[in-house]
């Protein structure tokens, strides 16, 4: 799992200080690309080198409590799933001052061409990706899923 932190933004809240839910995708987002930097592969690295673009597919979150405005957010990423083309990351936002959940759920990112055509991962992307998630079955206990 990696873990990052970033604090609730006065421009991403309501005037009740409250975020705005499509503040959780943001910051899904921001662990994801510093997951993939920390792995080795920065998003700019994958577009300029690879030469794909890697574009969510699908989204699912489930809000369980709000984030509030200067409030420390912990970020936990971690790949769940992989496929030929695409791979599931899912996070978790927590409170950090007192590990309380605030949101939890899942992207999946596709392999895609410059002009949108799905396409396999690179291996070296896909291998890197594949050590991640192995990593990550050893630690949880669970079964990693990697399919054709």
Not at 6 to 16: I, K, L, M, P, S
Not at 32 to 61: F, N, Q, S, W
Request: with cysteine.
């Amino acid at each position: 799992m990696h873990v990052c932190t970033t604090r609730v933004r006065y421009a991403e809240t309501d005037q009740g200080g409250v975020a705005y839910h499509a503040n959780y995708l943001n910051w899904f987002e921001v662990g994801r690309t510093d997951m993939l930097r920390t792995l080795g592969h920065p998003y700019a690295r994958i577009e300029r080198d690879l030469d794909i673009l890697l574009t969510v597919t699908e989204a699912h979150l489930s809000y369980r409590s709000p984030a509030l405005y200067d409030e420390l957010l912990r970020i936990e990423t971690r790949i769940t799933e992989m496929r030929k083309v695409r791979f599931r990351v899912a996070a978790r936002i927590v409170r950090a001052e007192d590990e309380g959940l605030l949101c939890d759920g899942s992207v999946w990112l596709a392999s895609v061409t410059r002009d949108g055509r799905p396409i396999p991962l690179p291996e070296s992307l896909a291998g890197v990706l594949s050590a991640e998630l192995q990593s990550e079955e050893g630690k949880t206990g669970t079964e990693a899923v990697v399919t054709g």
